[in-house]
């Protein structure tokens, strides 16, 4: 099992960017596929981005395609979502996962971190 933790969601005004980071512990993180979710008050969770193995595959939501880069370091077992041009409906909590496939389905991912709360005022 892979221990996932997520940091870097903080009070942001609309049109800033923040960083989030997703710091792997336990198993080896290179073996898993890495997803970000969000989730708002009283809606599903939603996908956001994945990434493969090697970092060679991205996936986006068209919600936040051309805004939005995931990314990873193997070497650092950490990986990353780059959020620009932010709105207040981007606001949600964020959540980084790990699947063995590629997925925009949260079913197909086996771990999940706490969140990091992402809050963009208008």
């Known amino acids: 099992q892979v221990q996932l933790v997520e940091s870097g969601g903080e009070l942001v005004q609309a049109g800033g960017s923040l960083r989030l980071s997703c710091a792997a512990y336990?198993?080896?993180?290179?073996?898993?596929?890495m997803g970000w979710f969000r989730q708002a008050p009283g809606k599903e969770r939603e996908f956001i981005a994945a990434i493969s193995r090697s970092g060679g595959d991205t996936y986006y939501a068209d919600s936040v395609k051309g805004r939005f880069t995931i990314s990873r370091d193997n070497a650092k077992n950490t990986g990353y979502l780059q959020m620009n041009s932010l709105t207040p409906e981007d606001t949600a909590v964020y959540y980084c996962?790990?699947?063995?496939?590629?997925?925009?389905?949260?079913?197909?991912?086996?771990?999940w971190g706490q969140g990091t709360q992402v809050t963009v005022s208008s």
């Open positions: 336990g198993r080896t993180f290179s073996m898993y596929v």
């Open positions: 996962a790990a699947a063995s496939v590629l997925s925009r389905h949260p079913w197909e991912y086996h771990n």
